[in-house]
């Protein structure tokens, strides 16, 4: 970032266009003030700005108008953020939009991919080269928008479509997909783009949670409902009230846990544990899994009522290996704005690298793919990525998952007790030796590392709880 870039704030509160100027100045750009369209082309050349940030509501004229007045890139502001008035101000043109009330980071992170972008474009002869980082919406006149994804192979286009129909609801929606896939993305774009964009969206993610702690976290407490409760804690399930609460891996609940949870959706009100009095919650429930839910009901590891009261909408996230059309896009996508993060200069994948990303499996989908390109950009010497430095054997991994599945299972095998074991065979032969004896919380103790690690590299090697287990918990 450099302190030539130019930003025009389009605002009528003042109070609104004097912290967005002060953010912004704070970060090095140079910003001018209006308080609307009319006064923005009266005062000063649009041409002069890198980009405008309008409010769509002003005095006179929509802040869309803009976008008619100047080449230069209009970033929309709404509090009107409607999936209708977001797709017609960028069927306008406006390059982006965003919903207030908005994080600082998120305002700052636009500004910045914006004019990256645009000066990326003067160096591109081909339509879609500038499409926005994964933070930022798919834009084409006939495709859906969707905040935060991008994806134009026809899975995403019909993942796409669900979303904008479920975001309309207060539905309650269930997101499948394997980890990496994206499912907090999903969570995000139905706040976003539903009615209840101006509250708060809590995420949970129920496996990092201590077993013994997770009624409370939830739930809340009263002071003295047990040993270290020395004041009264409001629960994650009551800060959502109003907006929308994303619980991730909601197969992970303990049984308890369900209980309580099936009482906040079929009653719409909570009890703090160690409480007496229920509390009435507004909350719209976005639960995400990578299990199968319906298998877990069978087995009696997860409550067949709760099961169908959040199985109401079922969004299904296809993974990256059935995304051909996408994966070179992410990638290049994910390459640009690890660049930028990191502040290196851009780099460019070598042709065997793209083949590499092409041919793998991906088994941990995007999350997988962002990883390996942020190791490369980190230790690339040169301005290309190539295939050593992304760290992926394409030989191995270009099989279905059950093939992936025997030949891990095969290496496991083969490891004879007295050979030195690597920090990841020993963690997986510990794990499987005593995750029937031990709980989550002790495996993690044992190991010395949090129940929150334990559960990712658990997803990382493939290695679900036993039943066994998960009865004793």
């Given at each position: 970032m450099t302190s030539n870039n130019q930003i025009l704030v389009v605002e009528d509160e003042p109070v609104i266009r004097t912290a967005l100027r002060r953010l912004l100045e704070r970060h090095d750009y140079k910003v001018a003030e209006a308080e609307s369209v009319k006064d923005s082309l009266d005062r000063y050349d649009m041409e002069d700005f890198d980009v405008i940030i309008s409010d769509l509501r002003l005095p006179g004229a929509p802040g869309t108008d803009l976008i008619k007045a100047t080449s230069t890139p209009v970033l929309i502001m709404t509090s009107y953020s409607?999936?209708?008035?977001?797709?017609?101000?960028?069927?306008?043109?406006?390059?982006?939009?965003?919903?207030?009330?908005?994080?600082?980071?998120?305002?700052?992170?636009?500004?910045?991919?914006?004019?990256?972008?645009?000066?990326?474009?003067?160096?591109?002869?081909?339509?879609?080269?500038?499409?926005?980082?994964?933070?930022?919406?798919?834009?084409?006149?006939?495709?859906?928008?969707?905040?935060?994804?991008?994806?134009?192979?026809?899975?995403?286009?019909?993942?796409?479509?669900?979303?904008?129909?479920v975001a309309m609801t207060n539905s309650t929606v269930l997101?499948?997909?394997?980890?990496?896939?994206?499912?907090?993305?999903?969570?995000?774009?139905?706040?976003?783009?539903?009615?209840?964009?101006?509250?708060?969206?809590?995420?949970?993610?129920?496996?990092?949670?201590?077993?013994?702690?997770?009624?409370?976290?939830?739930?809340?407490?009263?002071?003295?409902?047990?040993?270290?409760?020395?004041?009264?804690?409001?629960?994650?399930?009551?800060?959502?009230?109003?907006?929308?609460?994303?619980?991730?891996?909601?197969?992970?609940?303990?049984?308890?846990?369900?209980?309580?949870?099936?009482?906040?959706?079929?009653?719409?009100?909570?009890?703090?544990?160690?409480?007496?009095?229920?509390?009435?919650?507004?909350?719209?429930?976005?639960?995400?899994?990578?299990?199968?839910?319906?298998?877990?009901?069978?087995?009696?590891?997860?409550?067949?009522?709760?099961?169908?009261?959040?199985?109401?909408?079922?969004?299904?996230?296809?993974?990256?290996?059935?995304?051909?059309?996408?994966?070179?896009?992410?990638?290049?996508?994910?390459?640009?704005?690890?660049?930028?993060?990191?502040?290196?200069?851009?780099?460019?994948?070598?042709?065997?690298?793209?083949?590499?990303?092409?041919?793998?499996?991906?088994?941990?989908n995007v999350r997988e793919l962002e990883n390996a390109i942020e190791r490369a950009v980190v230790l690339a010497e040169s301005t290309q990525i190539t295939t050593d430095l992304l760290a992926i054997e394409t030989e191995l991994f270009t099989s279905e998952p059950d093939q992936q599945d025997a030949i891990s299972a095969t290496r496991e095998s083969d490891i004879e007790p007295s050979e030195d074991l690597s920090l990841e065979d020993y963690f997986q032969r510990f794990v499987l030796e005593h995750q029937d004896s031990m709980t989550e919380t002790e495996l993690a103790k044992k190991l010395g590392i949090s129940r929150k690690c334990l559960w990712e590299r658990r997803q990382r090697f493939g290695l679900p709880r036993s039943k066994k287990q998960v009865i004793q918990a």
């Open positions: 409607s999936l209708r008035s977001a797709v017609d101000s960028m069927k306008l043109g406006a390059v982006d939009y965003i919903a207030k009330p908005f994080e600082h980071s998120e305002i700052i992170d636009s500004v910045a991919r914006i004019i990256r972008d645009s000066k990326n474009s003067r160096e591109s002869s081909y339509r879609g080269e500038t499409l926005p980082a994964e933070e930022s919406a798919v834009i084409d006149s006939d495709q859906p928008v969707v905040p935060g994804m991008i994806g134009n192979c026809a899975l995403m286009q019909e993942l796409f479509r669900r979303i904008r129909k997101v499948n997909g394997e980890s990496g896939t994206g499912k907090e993305l999903v969570a995000q774009a139905i706040h976003k783009l539903g009615s209840r964009q101006h509250a708060e969206m809590i995420s949970v993610n129920c496996a990092a949670i201590p077993e013994n702690l997770i009624e409370s976290e939830l739930f809340g407490h009263e002071k003295g409902a047990f040993t270290g409760a020395t004041s009264t804690r409001t629960g994650l399930v009551e800060a959502a009230d109003g907006g929308t609460l994303f619980l991730d891996e909601i197969g992970e609940l303990p049984l308890e846990a369900q209980a309580r949870l099936l009482r906040v959706l079929q009653e719409n009100e909570i009890r703090k544990v160690g409480s007496v009095q229920s509390r009435k919650v507004d909350v719209r429930l976005v639960a995400a899994t990578h299990r199968d839910l319906k298998q877990l009901v069978n087995e009696g590891d997860f409550r067949e009522d709760l099961y169908y009261r959040i199985n109401v909408m079922t969004l299904v996230i296809p993974p990256l290996r059935e995304r051909d059309e996408d994966i070179m896009k992410l990638a290049e996508t994910i390459l640009q704005r690890t660049c930028t993060r990191l502040k290196t200069p851009r780099l460019e994948f070598s042709e065997q690298a793209t083949n590499s990303i092409k041919q793998y499996a991906w088994p941990g």
